[in-house]
């Protein structure tokens, strides 16, 4: 099946740990996103990558770093710098070169103790 | 920078309709997409207007007015279903592989 599968889907760190989200597509897509949510709010952009080995910052971007070695997989680590790091983390690629439509990952939530 | 403003709680009854505005600031712009979001899930895609006017896709309809900067997402015969959060969201010509989005819509639907 085609998708994209982030892990893991809870993950609880403690404070002052590096905790790293898995993201892996196998929808071909070129560009990929990761975004934050926080209860209530809308999605922040962190970073994204139009191709392989070369990503850009987002909105938000830190306390986070990304890599994008193959184009299947984005991970993000989220570092002890980043200072509120509990949040609803989501992966998408986009899948319409026209319209910029997004597909997402089922989310991984991140809660630091 | 961009910045788009939405309405934070909407409420309705089943088999009605609502409108969801959007209103958005940008340097230059591409397109204003819509997405649904339900309560723990992933958001998922809706539409997108590039252009002035209407968009139709079933019981969902979006509009864009790019002189006013605006935009609304039309639910028609209101589910249960449709309780969930609406975002609405721009891409501008300077960062275009960039998807910027509102803060969300909660939409709960009654029966």
């Known amino acids: 099946d085609g998708g994209i599968t982030q892990s893991p889907k809870y993950l609880f760190r403690k404070e002052g740990q590096n905790v790293t989200l898995s993201c892996e597509q196998n929808?071909?897509?070129?560009?990929m996103y990761w975004y934050r949510q926080d209860p209530g709010q809308g999605l922040r952009l962190i970073y994204y990558?139009?191709?392989?080995?070369?990503?850009q910052k987002g909105d938000i971007a830190e306390g986070y770093s990304v890599s994008r070695e193959k184009k299947e997989s984005f991970p993000l680590t989220v570092t002890s710098a980043q200072k509120n790091p509990t949040a609803f983390y989501l992966c998408?690629?986009?899948?319409?070169?026209?319209?910029?439509?997004?597909?997402f990952g089922e989310g991984s939530r991140l809660t630091v103790l | 920078g961009q910045s788009l403003e939405q309405p934070s709680e909407v409420t309705a009854v089943e088999g009605a309709i609502v409108q969801i505005n959007c209103t958005y600031q940008?340097?230059?712009?591409?397109?204003l997409s819509w997405y649904q979001q339900h309560d723990g899930g992933a958001p998922t895609f809706l539409s997108y207007?590039?252009?002035?006017g209407l968009e139709e896709t079933g019981r969902f309809s979006s509009f864009l007015s790019r002189s006013d900067s605006y935009g609304y997402l039309l639910l028609q015969e209101l589910q249960m279903k449709d309780s969930a959060s609406y975002f609405c969201?721009?891409?501008?010509?300077?960062?275009?592989?960039?998807?910027?989005f509102g803060t969300g819509t909660r939409l709960l639907v009654s029966p």
């Open positions: 998408a690629g986009r899948t319409g070169v026209t319209t910029g439509e997004l597909f």
């Open positions: 929808l071909n897509h070129d560009a």
């Open positions: 990558s139009q191709i392989v080995n070369d990503f």
């Open positions: 940008t340097s230059g712009f591409y397109g």
């Open positions: 207007n590039a252009l002035d």
């Open positions: 969201a721009v891409r501008d010509r300077t960062g275009f592989q960039k998807l910027v």
